[in-house]
């Protein structure tokens, strides 16, 4: 059964640092999502990604944030400069799309984020 | 702003009784609702999705009804097993977004005892 792919499963990084998260959506897929969940929280919408740009973004999108589908496969999220509030679970997420936008989601098995 | 509420943070059962997991929503209708489970360390798996002209949708031992009166979900898992043991999330479009932007309640803790 296809499934969302994401790598590295955790990422340990020094405050201010850039990280890069990848993630392999479900190929015939066409609307690609991130989300994060902060241990403890809910998990919180941040971009969506669509035709090879952003359709919506939250309030936690800020100048900091990127996506990126740089070919065929990948979808990618990169923060710039890290801060500490940024420690979380990242979760990529893909939909078909079709008739109908609002399909399941797919989620990914997640990137932990550690910020040190 | 529109809001999802999943007010009972954890729920304890009996193995083979029904679980029923209550997602209250805020403010306007959403098109539909979306039930996920997620285990511990794990990205959300979808379940379920009803539509606001739904009242009922059934998948194998698991229901969800939509009322829009009392702007509410219920989710039954019905003859519960310890392997339903999870936190189960209820998710509703942003409204006016573009293609289905989840927001999600903080999820239900269940715990199905042997």
């Known amino acids: 059964e296809p499934e969302v792919t994401q790598t590295p499963s955790h990422q340990v990084t020094q405050m201010g640092q850039e990280v890069i998260l990848r993630c392999v959506p479900i190929?015939?897929?066409?609307?690609f999502y991130w989300y994060r969940q902060i241990l403890g929280q809910k998990v919180e919408f941040l971009v969506s990604?669509?035709?090879?740009?952003?359709?919506?973004k939250s309030e936690i999108f800020d100048d900091q944030f990127s996506v990126e589908r740089p070919d065929g496969s990948n979808f990618t999220l990169k923060i710039r400069s890290t801060k500490l509030e940024d420690s979380a679970m990242y979760f990529c997420?893909?939909?078909?799309?079709?008739?109908?936008?609002?399909?399941?989601?797919?989620f990914g098995p997640g990137t932990r984020l550690t910020v040190l | 702003s529109q809001k999802i509420e999943q007010n009972s943070e954890a729920l304890n059962i009996q193995e083979g009784k029904t679980a029923t997991l209550t997602c209250n929503y805020t403010n306007y209708s959403p098109a539909y609702l979306q039930w996920y489970r997620q285990d511990p360390g794990r990205g959300p798996v979808f379940l379920l999705l009803?539509?606001?002209?739904?009242k009922e949708k059934r998948k194998e031992r698991l229901k969800v009804t939509f009322d829009t009166t009392l702007k509410q979900s219920l989710f039954h898992i019905t003859a519960s097993q310890p392997a339903d043991s999870a936190t189960y999330l209820c998710?509703?479009?942003?409204?006016?977004?573009?293609?289905?932007?989840?927001?999600f309640g903080k999820g239900t803790k269940l715990s199905v005892k042997p």
């Open positions: 190929s015939n897929h066409l609307y």
């Open positions: 997420a893909s939909s078909g799309g079709g008739a109908e936008a609002y399909n399941e989601q797919f």
């Open positions: 990604f669509y035709n090879n740009e952003i359709s919506e």
């Open positions: 009803i539509r606001e002209n739904e």
């Open positions: 998710a509703r479009a942003n409204y006016g977004g573009s293609q289905g932007n989840l927001i």
